[in-house]
C-alpha cells in the first residue's frame, strides 16, 4: 500500500456494525431482516455474527413461549457488560414481548436505548439519530401500532438466496383465548396488493424462485389494489405465480376459519403453490376448541382437508397443537390422537400449554397435573415422528424435484435443498456451484430422521 492509500484509509470511517439476535416466529426472521436492510441503507450498518464486535445491538422477541419476558431480561442482563465496556454501544429491544412490556424495560433495563414494536420498527434510524445527538444517554419507547405505516418507509428487500419471505398483512383479530398476538401485533391489516407485488418482482429480478407469504393469519389477506378492489389471498397466490422466475410458493401461517373455498380451489388450478400445507388445529377436541375460542370444529377442520387433497392426493399436512390446555380431559386427548392418525401429519408443532399474561385462557381453573400433560405430549410426539418418518421412508425411491439453496452446513462437500414438502435434500455434485439457485431432479436413496439423502437424476437445471 503506497503512503497515499494508507493515509486515504485512515482518513475513512470504519464500517460500523449491526448484531441482531432474532427470538420466534417467521414474522420476526421476516422483520429482522428488514432491520438489516434499513439501517445498512440509512446508517450503513454492517451485519455480523459477533455480538462484542458490534456497534448497535438489537433483539428481536417473541412472546409466544413460557417465560418468554424473563429470558429476554437475562439476555439484556448479559449484554449489560457489553454496554459497561463499551458505553457508546446502542441497545435496542424489539418484537412482541418489547409491545408487552414497554416502559417495563426502561425501569427494569435502564441500559436498554430504544424499544420498539413490531409496528414500528422502521422509526430505527429516527430513534437512532437521536441517540446519536444526546450528550447523554437517552431512551426511546416507541410501541404503538401505526397499522401497515412501516412498509412505505422501509427500502427495497435485499436477497442473496433462492427463497425469501414476502410479509403480506399484520396483526390478528380471531382473539383466541390462548394467544397474545392481537396484543402484541394489533389487529389485522391487510398490505396494499401492489406493495406486496412489487416487493415480489424486486425479489425475482434477484434470483429468487421460491416466495413464502407471511402473517400472523394470512389467508385473512384482503388487499386492496389500485382501483380500490380487494384481492383475497388466492388471487394473490394466482399473481405471485405469474411473476417470471417464481416457481414455488408457499404461505405461514393459516387459520381454519378463513380457510376460503378459492383458496381450497387454488390447490386445484396453480401448479406453482406447493404441496404441502401447515394449518394449525391445536386441538382435535370440539369441547376444548370452544373453550380457546377457535371459532371452528374439528368437522369443519377435516372437510377441508379432505377437500383439498382430493384435489393434490401427494399433499402433506403439518399443523400446531396445544397440549393440557385448561380443562383438556384423557378423552379430549384421544380426540386429538384420532385427528393425526385419521389426516396422517406430517411434521408437526407441539407444546405443553404455558398461560400468557392477559390472556383470557390465563384465568381459567387448571387442575391437571404437569406429569399428565408431559406424558401426553410425549405420546403425541412420539406418534408424529413416527408419521413423520412413515411419509420420508415412502419417499425412497422416488425422484423429487428441489430447489437447491446451498452447502449443507453439516457437510460442505454436499449442495442442500428442499422437497415440495418441506425436507430437506442432501446430495453430491460434479459441478456444484452451478446448481445453486436452481430446480434439480434428485432420487432419493435414504431417509435419515431429519433429512434425506438423494442422488443427481438428471444433470438438467430448471
Not at 426472521?29 to 446508517?43: I, V
Not at 398476538?181 to 425479489?203: A, C, D, K, N
Request: glycine fraction near 6%; include cysteine; charge should be negative.
Amino acid at each position: 500500500m503506497s503512503t497515499g492509500d494508507a493515509r486515504m484509509a485512515a482518513t475513512q470511517p470504519m464500517t460500523k456494525k449491526l448484531f441482531i439476535k432474532t427470538h420466534g416466529c417467521q414474522m420476526n426472521e421476516y422483520d429482522s431482516s428488514r432491520m438489516a436492510d434499513l439501517l445498512g441503507e440509512s446508517h450503513r450498518l454492517e451485519l455480523t455474527d459477533d455480538e462484542g464486535e458490534a456497534d448497535v445491538i438489537l433483539l428481536n422477541t417473541c412472546s409466544i413461549r413460557e417465560k418468554a419476558q424473563e429470558k429476554v431480561f437475562h439476555q439484556l442482563g448479559r449484554w449489560k457488560k457489553l454496554k459497561a465496556a463499551k458505553p457508546d454501544l446502542v441497545i435496542g429491544v424489539g418484537g412482541c414481548v418489547a409491545s408487552q412490556e414497554g416502559e417495563n424495560i426502561r425501569k427494569r433495563a435502564p441500559h436498554v436505548d430504544m424499544v420498539f414494536g413490531p409496528q414500528t420498527l422502521h422509526r430505527l434510524p429516527t430513534m437512532l439519530d437521536a441517540r446519536a445527538k444526546s450528550a447523554t444517554p437517552i431512551q426511546a419507547v416507541d410501541v404503538t401500532f401505526p397499522e401497515i405505516e412501516k412498509f412505505d418507509h422501509l427500502p427495497k428487500p435485499k436477497s442473496d438466496g433462492a427463497t425469501a419471505f414476502v410479509s403480506v398483512m399484520e396483526g390478528c383479530s380471531k382473539y383466541c383465548t390462548f394467544c397474545v398476538v392481537p396484543y402484541t401485533r394489533g389487529e389485522e391489516v391487510s398490505r396494499p396488493f401492489e406493495s406486496v407485488m412489487e416487493e415480489v418482482v424486486h425479489l425475482a429480478e434477484q434470483g429468487v424462485r421460491e416466495i413464502n407469504l407471511l402473517g400472523q393469519n394470512v389467508n385473512a389477506y384482503r388487499g386492496l389494489d389500485d382501483d380500490g378492489d380487494e384481492i383475497d389471498l388466492a388471487e394473490l397466490i394466482a399473481c405471485v405465480a405469474a411473476v417470471d422466475g417464481i416457481d414455488r410458493i408457499r404461505f405461514t401461517t393459516s387459520h381454519p376459519v378463513e380457510f376460503s373455498d378459492s383458496l381450497i380451489e387454488a390447490y386445484g388450478e396453480i401448479p406453482e403453490l406447493v404441496s404441502h400445507l401447515h394449518l394449525p388445529v391445536q386441538s382435535g377436541a370440539d369441547r376444548i376448541l370452544a373453550a380457546m375460542k377457535r371459532g371452528h370444529g374439528r368437522d369443519m377442520y377435516i372437510d377441508k382437508l379432505e377437500r383439498i387433497r382430493a384435489l393434490r392426493p401427494d399433499i402433506s399436512f403439518s399443523s400446531d397443537f396445544i397440549i393440557g390446555f385448561p380443562g383438556e380431559t384423557d378423552e379430549d386427548f384421544e380426540q386429538t390422537m384420532d385427528l393425526i392418525h385419521r389426516i396422517g401429519f406430517d411434521a408437526s408443532f407441539s407444546f405443553i400449554y404455558s398461560k400468557r399474561p392477559g390472556t383470557p385462557a390465563s384465568s381459567l381453573p387448571d387442575e391437571t397435573p404437569e406429569a399428565v400433560k408431559k406424558q401426553r405430549l410425549a405420546i403425541l410426539q412420539d406418534r408424529l415422528n413416527q408419521q413423520t418418518q412413515q411419509i420420508s421412508r415412502r419417499m425412497v425411491g422416488n425422484v423429487e424435484r428441489i430447489l437447491v439453496t446451498g452447502f449443507s452446513p453439516r457437510d460442505p462437500g454436499q449442495l442442500s435443498g428442499r422437497t415440495e414438502n418441506n425436507r430437506v435434500v442432501n446430495f453430491r455434485a460434479d459441478d456444484p456451484t452451478s446448481l445453486i439457485g436452481y430446480f434439480v431432479d434428485v432420487t432419493i436413496v435414504e431417509a435419515f430422521p431429519n433429512s434425506l439423502r438423494g442422488e443427481l437424476a438428471s444433470s438438467e437445471r430448471h
